[in-house]
């Protein structure tokens, strides 16, 4: 998962928790506002009832006024009002409450009031309760209950229609702050694509130092990958003149060496003893100094073109086996590589030259896509071949197919080492021709 793809889950299960949270704590401060509100009213419709009921000199309750609420008057309007007498002998109730039973209420004592949720003729009501004591004029009380319901329908709509509104709302705020959290996202992490961006051309071999300006906490560390870009690439500088003023130092005194004993062949056999490990050593200096030249390349190599490349090789060997006339073919596909152009025309010169040394009168080099962003390299000639056994061998440093032949046995190691440093592989088998085939894969160019 991306940076940009992690910051952003997180902050959806941020805004989501956080949301649903809101949602439920707004959700329950509104209905208890409501409910804290309905009460207030009903409590109003309290207050008018207990001044609206009197009592008659025989102890019957009857209504001195009319109640506030017109729905008081409607039957079966919702809102109800009832006052009964503790004894039972009379109850007095508002015209909406005709077609319905009475109202059921707690026994209260005088000035205990209570708020509660009752069902009442099959709906879900709001009851409130009083208590109250009424003095005739003979000073004695007559305890009454007063109760006023109302149904919770308007109610429960009015909490649906608030939550309907409030999650609505909550969505489309959750969904345009993600927006605007992908595009912060987008925005601070820019300077680290810039930076994947140009760290891309140093391995495309197009810049050498990251070069882009970048913010305070980025910039250490692009100052950081550019000392290590210097220092990596000072350190191969050093190696390479190192090992070049290794190969000046000791090729003149072989080369003393070597006409000095081909002047004087009176020991034979020490002779060619000194022959061949002078031979040997000339062997190690050539393969160290291709080594060196090689390492580091694969990282920061652009595009090379092939055909000019293998068209010069081609021209060169034929001048070197003039006496040998070779019809070369090619088959290029794929026209170009990501490689050192040192390193390609180390590789493709070893190739081509193994071929003209062993083909009869032909040679066929080839290109086409491999897996991945990559290409396959094939030169194969109509020779003898490379036995099956000796695959393997002729890859060893120092080792060759066949001794009469000169060379040095280092060609195709050479080549595998230099393939394997740009990730790729050496295969060698039977070609079209006959003769041996030897692919190298490389990556492609862009």
Request: aromatic share 6%; with cysteine; glycine share 8%.
């Amino acid at each position: 998962m991306s940076l940009q793809a992690r910051l952003m889950s997180a902050a959806l299960l941020v805004l989501v928790v956080f949301t649903l949270l809101t949602g439920l704590a707004l959700d329950k401060a509104f209905r208890q506002s409501a409910e804290a509100a309905m009460q207030d009213r009903m409590e109003g419709y309290l207050f008018a009832l207990l001044a609206a009921v009197d009592v008659n000199d025989r102890g019957q309750l009857v209504f001195g006024r009319r109640l506030p609420d017109v729905r008081f008057e409607q039957p079966d309007s919702g809102l109800y009002a009832q006052v009964r007498r503790a004894d039972g002998r009379s109850t007095l109730i508002s015209a909406s409450l005709l077609d319905h039973a009475p109202i059921t209420g707690d026994h209260l004592k005088p000035g205990q009031q209570r708020f509660s949720r009752r069902q009442f003729n099959g709906r879900p009501h709001f009851l409130l309760a009083y208590g109250a004591s009424w003095e005739q004029a003979d000073g004695t009380e007559i305890p009454l209950y007063y109760s006023v319901a109302e149904d919770m329908a308007a109610f429960l709509q009015q909490i649906d229609r608030y939550r309907q509104t409030l999650w609505s709302w909550l969505a489309s705020a959750v969904l345009l702050l993600l927006l605007v959290q992908w595009q912060v996202l987008r925005w601070g992490l820019r300077p680290l694509r810039q930076v994947s961006s140009d760290l891309a051309q140093i391995e495309a071999g197009q810049v050498a130092r990251l070069q882009g300006r970048y913010p305070a906490e980025i910039q250490q560390l692009a100052d950081k990958i550019n000392n290590l870009l210097d220092s990596t690439r000072s350190q191969l500088q050093r190696y390479r003149d190192s090992l070049g003023n290794m190969a000046h130092s000791l090729k003149t005194p072989l080369a003393i060496l070597t006409n000095i004993l081909e002047s004087d062949r009176q020991n034979g056999p020490s002779d060619a003893e000194a022959q061949q490990q002078l031979q040997r050593i000339r062997q190690i200096i050539d393969y160290q100094l291709q080594h060196a030249a090689t390492a580091g390349q694969a990282a920061s190599s652009g595009p090379l073109a092939l055909e000019p490349l293998i068209r010069r090789l081609i021209e060169a060997m034929q001048k070197v086996h003039r006496h040998k006339p070779v019809t070369v073919t090619t088959r290029l596909a794929v026209s170009s590589c990501r490689c050192d152009e040192g390193d390609a025309m180390e590789m493709l010169g070893n190739l081509i030259e193994n071929a003209f040394k062993w083909c009869n009168s032909r040679i066929e080099i080839t290109t086409r896509p491999a897996v991945g962003n990559s290409l396959r390299l094939c030169v194969e000639d109509d020779g003898p071949g490379i036995a099956e056994a000796q695959r393997q061998r002729v890859l060893v440093r120092g080792q060759r197919a066949d001794t009469a032949v000169s060379g040095n046995g280092i060609g195709l190691a050479m080549v595998q080492e230099i393939v394997l440093l740009y990730g790729g592989r050496l295969e060698i088998g039977q070609g079209r021709l006959t003769g041996a085939a030897i692919c190298i894969t490389l990556p492609a160019g862009k």
